[in-house]
């Protein structure tokens, strides 16, 4: 069965510093995602993306984050200078583009566990 | 006002109970309405989807009241292996998902 994939499992890396987390998301799904879960808290969008530009973003979705599908199968999630706060898992998730169902599902990865020390 | 609420729990139950879980929402633009399952530290995966006409997938059965802007869930026949976080999810723009914090349901021999 497809899924989404996520790599790192897991990334530690100290305040300031630049994270790129990486995402395959299922191969013939046109519609990509991210969103995070601070430990403890629910799940919240950040970003979708489509046709290689943002088609929506949340205000959590700052000039320190920024997204890219730098060939046909890599969908990656930079965050420019790592804040504390930023510490969360972060998920990647693809959907179809069949027809324009707003029930159209969104498969989600495993997640990228990020720590910000 | 949060856009979706869920009471956390945790729902403590034995096997072989029904159980039954409730979301509301606030946003009356919300186009679709899930109900997401989230083992602890994994990803949230699709449960079903919740359709105006209420809709059944083996002993779960979800309902929606657009009017009251209220969705459930009723769980039969509770498995141990059901233990999990339920999470009531509405899509209120074509592809954002906005997710309640979830109700965690412990299953019990």
């Known amino acids: 069965e497809p899924e989404v994939t996520q790599t790192p499992s897991h990334q530690v890396t100290q305040m300031g510093q630049e994270v790129i987390l990486r995402c395959v998301p299922i191969s013939n799904h046109l519609y990509f995602y991210w969103y995070r879960q601070i430990l403890g808290q629910k799940v919240e969008f950040l970003v979708s993306?489509?046709?290689?530009?943002?088609?929506?973003k949340s205000e959590i979705f700052d000039d320190q984050f920024s997204v890219e599908r730098p060939d046909g199968s890599n969908f990656t999630l930079k965050i420019r200078s790592t804040k504390l706060e930023d510490s969360a898992m972060y998920f990647c998730a693809s959907s179809s583009t069949s027809g324009l169902s707003s029930y159209n599902e969104q498969f989600f990865g495993p997640g990228t566990r990020l720590t910000v020390l | 006002r949060k856009e979706v609420e869920q009471d956390p729990g945790p729902f403590n139950v034995p096997e072989g109970a029904t159980v039954a879980f409730n979301c509301t929402y606030s946003?009356?633009?919300?186009?679709?309405f899930f109900w997401y399952r989230q083992d602890c530290r994994k990803e949230p995966k699709l449960l079903m989807s919740v359709y105006s006409s209420g809709n059944e997938d083996g002993r779960f059965t979800a309902q929606l009241n657009r009017a009251s802007q209220y969705i459930s869930l009723l769980i039969r026949d509770s498995k141990l292996s059901d233990s999990a976080t339920y999470l009531c999810v509405v899509k209120r723009s074509f592809q954002k998902l906005v997710f309640g914090t979830g109700t965690r349901l412990l299953v019990s021999p």
């Open positions: 993306f489509y046709n290689n530009e943002i088609s929506e």
């Open positions: 946003n009356s633009a919300s186009q679709s």
